[in-house]
Nanobody
């Protein structure tokens, strides 16, 4: 049974930092690309950051580049998103996504097979 669980969300002030974690099980974590997406009400889910199966390649949306860092620990089957210099525009529900088999890295939600339930991040000005 596949499980994908996000943690670490919450409410912070602009300029603060926050780290999200995604713990996954039920599949071979070390063989899958992983990503973080985010969504605000009334808008489509958008790609935030992605990481290849071995962590060797990462990709970021322009809106978070230079502020967010994605990483993974394959031994623990956990992925992280370190978020710095947060702004109110980063307020969203953040989702952990597991890439489909053979997907190297993608910013398209259709390339991801399993999703977490989402976790709220709220940044106040």
């Amino acid at each position: 049974q596949v499980q994908v669980v996000e943690s670490g969300g919450g409410s912070v002030q602009a300029g603060d930092s926050l780290t999200l974690s995604c713990a996954a099980s039920g599949f071979t974590f070390s063989s899958r690309a992983m990503a973080w997406f985010r969504q605000v009400p009334g808008k489509e889910r958008e790609f935030g950051a992605g990481i290849s199966w071995n962590g060797g390649t990462t990709r970021y949306a322009d809106s978070v580049k230079g502020r967010f860092t994605i990483s993974r620990d394959n031994a623990k089957s956990i992925m992280y998103l370190h978020m710095n210099s947060l702004t109110p525009e980063d307020t969203a529900v953040y989702y952990c996504a597991v890439g489909r088999q053979l997907v190297v890295l993608s910013d398209s939600a259709q390339r991801y097979e399993y999703w977490g339930q989402g976790i709220q991040v709220t940044v106040s000005s």
